[in-house]
């Protein structure tokens, strides 16, 4: 699940704690991040010790991930929102994972995203996170490429409407097509679990905003929303047609043309979808870099 960082990040892991891997498929689902390396040896309090010196292959006591029986969720408390500052770790920014440059938002204020969700358990419990707190599976937290370390948000499931207020305390994942990962309480809370992977809207809470004050999470009424992969926008309409004509020829989906405005620009949009399941979005997204086209976004409508 994890891949070795090269020694040449070793100074902007020694910043941000954290490397990016390829998901895999756990025995329930999930994926992680590569975080904290190149730091002196922490204890973790239960009977070993996280070496943070160790490279990713050889740190974790477990080859796979796993989650234990069902969670009773009811009685877990969800954090409450609070000012707190940054942290020490993992707050590095810009800072770059894979090939892939991630700058961190001055706070959670405004963030409002769509996307897929996985979500981590047993191998990392216990282990220190990017930001250098230990790893609780059964703790509302959460993993972000973006949101500030700590910060709080909440995570709407779209298909169902439960959702959870984390605490955004680690990096990940950098995994194409996933926007966040989840604590194995938090996937338990909202269903994402035993899945894996579900469809989310992630807001950015403002600590000094009262949590009634916030507005409702929006869920798709019809429960079951589109995963959609963009794969480019342009202000000339001659080039948007020319790629929905190349992804047609490729036979990877129905190819959507559509008017946005981004950034206050008008633009036509290029989206494939809808498409049937996160793991055909992920077939058709590996596809598409195959044919030397830019990794495409996800998009959930």
């Not at 234990?68 to 770790?89: C, F, G, Q, T």
């Not at 989906?253 to 498409?275: E, K, Y």
Request: a positive charge; hydrophobic letters at 35%; one cysteine or more.
């Amino acid at each position: 699940m994890r891949a070795l960082c090269a020694a040449a990040m070793l100074t902007t892991v020694l910043l941000l704690t954290g490397c990016g891997s390829h998901k895999t498929k756990p025995s329930q689902g999930g994926s992680r991040q590569d975080h904290a390396r190149g730091q002196a040896s922490a204890g973790s309090g239960d009977g070993f010790r996280d070496d943070l010196s160790k490279p990713q292959g050889s740190r974790y006591r477990d080859g796979e991930d796993s989650v234990p029986p069902p969670l009773d969720v009811s009685k877990l408390v969800e954090p409450v929102p609070k000012a707190e500052p940054r942290s020490l770790y993992g707050n590095k920014s810009p800072y770059t994972v894979r090939g892939q440059t991630y700058r961190v938002r001055p706070s959670a204020r405004g963030y409002d995203e769509r996307g897929i969700a996985s979500f981590y358990g047993n191998k990392f419990h216990g282990y220190k996170t990017s930001s250098l707190e230990t790893y609780d599976m059964y703790a509302f937290s959460a993993a972000s490429t973006t949101l500030p370390l700590p910060s709080y948000a909440r995570v709407t499931n779209l298909e169902t409407g439960k959702s959870v207020i984390v605490r955004v305390n680690d990096r990940g994942p950098f995994h194409d097509n996933r926007l966040i990962d989840l604590s194995y309480a938090a996937a338990v809370k909202i269903g994402i679990w035993p899945k894996g992977t579900g469809l989310v809207e992630v807001r950015g809470i403002d600590p000094g905003q009262p949590l009634q004050e916030l507005p409702p999470p929006a869920v798709v009424t019809s429960g079951h929303p589109g995963i959609y992969l963009q794969v480019g926008a342009f202000a000339d309409a001659d080039n948007a047609d020319r790629l929905a004509q190349r992804l047609r020829q490729a036979n990877l989906g129905a190819v959507q043309v559509s008017a946005a405005v981004i950034n206050g620009q008008q633009v036509r949009r290029v989206r494939v979808g809808p498409l049937a399941s996160v793991d055909r979005a992920d077939q058709v997204s590996a596809r598409i870099e195959g044919m030397g086209l830019p990794r495409p976004q996800v998009a959930v409508d």
